[in-house]
Nanobody
Framework: VQLQAYGGGLVQTGGSLRLSCAAS????????IAWFRQAPGKEREGVSA????????YYKDPMKGRSTISIDDTKNTVYLQMNNLRPYDTGVYFC??????????????????????????WGQGTEVTVSS
């Protein structure tokens, strides 16, 4: 599956953005899709993930309580709504996908967060800048 992430931009502290991750070449039906972010000089970290199988979202500490992940099957797109953004949220945001065929979605998502270097499908990243 090919992924394209977009929706980043420049916002002030407290603002909101909605990132999109669109799939082509395949549908999201049998995938887990995750968002990661990477700040300058820092390692890539997981933000949120969703299982297309049941639409259940999972959140990591960086944006827990300030973000909502969702999927639109008709548009083959995953969204990450981010609210109350802070300067430390600045970075490049990437979406990634792993198949859940013959795999437990929860285990797949946990593995994606634990070992992002092993994920084979990545979008190109979209830049988010939060000004103070």
């Amino acid at each position: 599956v090919q992924l394209q992430a977009y929706g980043g931009g420049l916002v002030q502290t407290g603002g909101s953005l909605r990132l999109s991750c669109a799939a082509s070449g395949s549908t999201f039906d049998d995938y887990a899709i995750a968002w990661f972010r990477q700040a300058p000089g820092k390692e890539r970290e997981g933000v949120s993930a969703i299982s297309a199988h049941d639409g259940r979202g999972y959140y990591k500490d960086p944006m827990k309580g300030r973000s909502t992940i969702s999927i639109d099957d008709t548009k083959n797109t995953v969204y990450l709504q981010m609210n109350n953004l802070r300067p430390y949220d600045t970075g490049v945001y990437f979406c990634a996908a792993e198949t859940t065929i013959r795999r437990d979605p929860l285990i797949t998502i946990a593995t994606m967060f634990r070992a992002p270097y092993a994920i084979r499908s990545w979008g190109q990243g979209t830049e988010v800048t939060v000004s103070s």
